[in-house]
């Protein structure tokens, strides 16, 4: 069973970075893992996803603020996005992609407000 959570601050400051982590349960080697998230009244918007070979790849309209790093060790891995601004509020989702099917996280709030 794989499962994965995220974790967090749910108050981000606006200029600030925010920086979440999902921790990953389960899965096999072969796997692409991904951020994405939902702001109020909106759809799921696909922010990056980082392979198994350690390749990343972002949603251009977020690239230049977005980055996406993993500990393998502790089967972790993180979005950061800098410069945040209230339109970035939104519920952050990690997802593991596998052979077979995807997993997602439960979602965890965040808020930009000063």
């Known amino acids: 069973q794989v499962q994965l959570q995220e974790s967090g601050p749910g108050l981000v400051k606006p200029s600030q970075t925010l920086s979440l982590t999902c921790t990953v349960t389960g899965g096999s080697s072969k796997y692409a893992w991904s951020w994405i998230r939902q702001a109020p009244g909106k759809g799921l918007e696909w922010m990056g996803v980082?392979?198994?070979?350690?390749?990343?790849y972002y949603s251009p309209s977020l690239e230049s603020r977005t980055s996406i790093s993993r500990d393998t060790s502790k089967r972790q891995f993180s979005l950061h996005l800098s410069s945040v601004t209230p339109e970035d509020t939104a519920v952050y989702y990690c997802?593991?992609?596998?052979?077979?099917?995807?997993?997602w996280g439960q979602g965890t709030q965040v808020t930009v407000s000063s």
């Open positions: 997802r593991g992609s596998y052979p077979m099917y995807d997993y």
């Open positions: 980082i392979i198994d070979d350690g390749r990343t």
